[in-house]
T-cell receptor
Framework: NAGVTQTPKFRVLKTGQSMTLLCAQD?????MYWYRQDPGMGLRLIHY???????AKGEVPDGYNVSRLKKQNFLLGLESAAPSQTSVYFC????????????FGPGTRLTVL | AQSVSQHNHHVILSEAASLELGCNYS??????LFWYVQYPGQHLQLLLK??????LVKGIKGFEAEFIKSKFSFNLRKPSVQWSDTAEYFC????????????FGDGTTLTVKP
C-alpha cells in the first residue's frame, strides 16, 4: 500500500520546456489536488479534481494544465516552463468529505532555469 | 471565501518549553479545522483536526488544539516540546460549502534547540 506517490522527485528544466508530473494513489480517493509550496507562502492550490474525468481551477492555475483520465492518477502539466514556476509541488488526495484528512505525496522539487 | 492566518512565521524554543502557535480563520459558516506538520525532508501529515463536538482536540505526539468559535481561532499547543518537534506547521480550514477543498496558512517553522 504505497499511499500517494509522485514522479519525478526532482527535475531541472530550461525556460520554455514542457514536462508532466504524475501523481498516483492507491487509496481509492475521489478527490485529488495539486499544490505548490513556496517559502513563506504556504501551500497554494493549483488545480483539483473531484472525480475521474473532472478537473477544476484552484488559487493559482495559470501556466498549468491537469488531467484525470483514471481515478488513481492526476497529471500536472507545464506547457512552457517559466522561472516563476520553480517550486516544490505536492499532490494530495482525500475522500471528498469536508472533514476528511488530505494525504500528501512526497513532493517534486522543480527548478526552472 | 475562506482564509487562514498564522501569526508566527518562525518560532525558536528550547527543549521542554511550552508551545502555542496561533491560527485564525475567516469564514462565515461551519468549518472544519486542521493542523498539518511537515518534518524536515518529509511530506505533510495530519497532526489533528476538528470537525464537531469537543472543541479541545488532541492529536499525535502530545499536541492539542482548541477551537474558539467566538475568536475564529484554532491555536496549537504542546506543554513541553522536544527536539524532534522541529518542523513546519500548517493550519488549514475547510468551510461547509467547500467540500474537500482546504485553504492553508503560510506555515510556522518551529526550531527546537536541544
Amino acid at each position: 500500500n504505497a499511499g500517494v506517490t509522485q514522479t519525478p522527485k526532482f527535475r531541472v528544466l530550461k525556460t520554455g520546456q514542457s514536462m508532466t508530473l504524475l501523481c498516483a494513489q492507491d487509496m481509492n480517493h475521489e478527490y485529488m489536488y495539486w499544490y505548490r509550496q513556496d517559502p513563506g507562502m504556504g501551500l497554494r492550490l493549483i488545480h483539483y479534481s473531484v472525480g475521474e474525468g473532472t478537473t477544476a481551477k484552484g488559487e493559482v492555475p495559470d501556466g498549468y494544465n491537469v488531467s484525470r483520465l483514471k481515478k488513481q492518477n492526476f497529471l500536472l502539466g507545464l506547457e512552457s516552463a517559466a522561472p516563476s514556476q520553480t517550486s516544490v509541488y505536492f499532490c494530495a488526495t482525500s475522500s471528498g468529505s469536508k472533514a476528511d484528512t488530505q494525504y500528501f505525496g512526497p513532493g517534486t522539487r522543480l527548478t526552472v532555469l | 471565501a475562506q482564509s487562514v492566518s498564522q501569526h508566527n512565521h518562525h518560532v525558536i524554543l528550547s527543549e521542554a518549553a511550552s508551545l502555542e502557535l496561533g491560527c485564525n480563520y475567516s469564514y462565515g459558516g461551519t468549518v472544519n479545522l486542521f493542523w498539518y506538520v511537515q518534518y524536515p525532508g518529509q511530506h505533510l501529515q495530519l497532526l489533528l483536526k476538528y470537525f464537531s463536538g469537543d472543541p479541545l482536540v488532541k492529536g499525535i505526539k502530545g499536541f492539542e488544539a482548541e477551537f474558539i468559535k467566538s475568536k475564529f481561532s484554532f491555536n496549537l499547543r504542546k506543554p513541553s516540546v522536544q527536539w524532534s518537534d522541529t518542523a513546519e506547521y500548517f493550519c488549514a480550514v475547510n468551510g461547509d460549502t467547500n467540500a474537500g477543498k482546504s485553504t492553508f496558512g503560510d506555515g510556522t517553522t518551529l526550531t527546537v534547540k536541544p
